[in-house]
């Protein structure tokens, strides 16, 4: 089966600590991205990556970190310096750049208390 | 920057009967996807539009781009249980810009 897959489903941690959210494609997609989705306001751009070791900032990319070591994978660190990060975060992708339709992962949903 | 606003928020519907959505940019775009996310689920495609004044159809699903590539709309007809969730569209211009979705409730 080709697709996204995103885990853990459900993360919980503590005030403080920096958490990894892993993403992983294989569906052979140069671009992936990560977005955060807050009730009422539609999906936000975190982080994009449109080859192999480049990435650039999206919209709210304070308090995030990204990598892009291998095209299959593109793991999301929320670090202590995001003020509110309790959200669900999804990861997508698509064949090329942002003109292309996206396919995105199942979501992780991350509590910070 | 860009930005895109869906209106309505939210759409209570009775089954059966038709409903549309509304999309609009503060820019040209280039195209505008559309997405639906099942309540618990995550966004799933369901089209591209690309040129001005294109109307596209999926069975009981209509989707137009406005002559100006500002705006974009998705009409129901026949509203089914099924076509409960929210309904995002997505705005391309130098990146893409989702809107806050309408979230489609149903009554039987």
């Known amino acids: 089966d080709g697709g996204i897959t995103q885990s853990p489903k459900y993360l919980f941690r503590k005030e403080g600590q920096n958490v990894t959210l892993s993403c992983e494609q294989n569906l052979n997609h140069d671009a992936m991205y990560w977005y955060r989705q807050d009730p009422g306001q539609g999906l936000r751009l975190i982080y994009y990556s449109q080859i192999v070791n480049d990435f650039q900032k999206g919209d709210i990319a304070e308090g995030y970190s990204v990598s892009r070591e291998k095209k299959e994978s593109f793991p999301l660190t929320v670090t202590s310096a995001q003020k509110n990060p309790t959200a669900f975060y999804l990861c997508?992708?698509?064949?090329?750049?942002?003109?292309?339709?996206?396919?995105f992962g199942p979501g992780t949903r991350l509590t910070v208390t | 920057g860009q930005q895109v606003m869906q209106i309505p928020q939210y759409q209570h519907v009775q089954e059966g009967e038709d409903f549309t959505t509304y999309c609009n940019s503060s820019?040209?775009?280039?195209?505008i996807q559309w997405y639906k996310q099942r309540p618990g689920g995550h966004p799933v495609f369901l089209i591209q539009?690309?040129?001005?004044?294109e109307v596209k159809k999926q069975k009981r699903l209509t989707f137009q781009f406005g002559e100006a590539k500002k705006n974009s709309s998705l009409h129901i007809t026949a509203t089914q249980t099924t076509d409960v969730g929210t309904y995002f569209c997505a705005g391309n211009d130098y990146k893409l810009s989702f809107g806050a979705g309408t979230t489609v409730t149903v009554r039987a």
């Open positions: 539009l690309v040129k001005s004044g």
């Open positions: 820019t040209t775009l280039s195209n």
């Open positions: 997508a992708s698509s064949i090329a750049g942002l003109t292309y339709e996206q396919y």
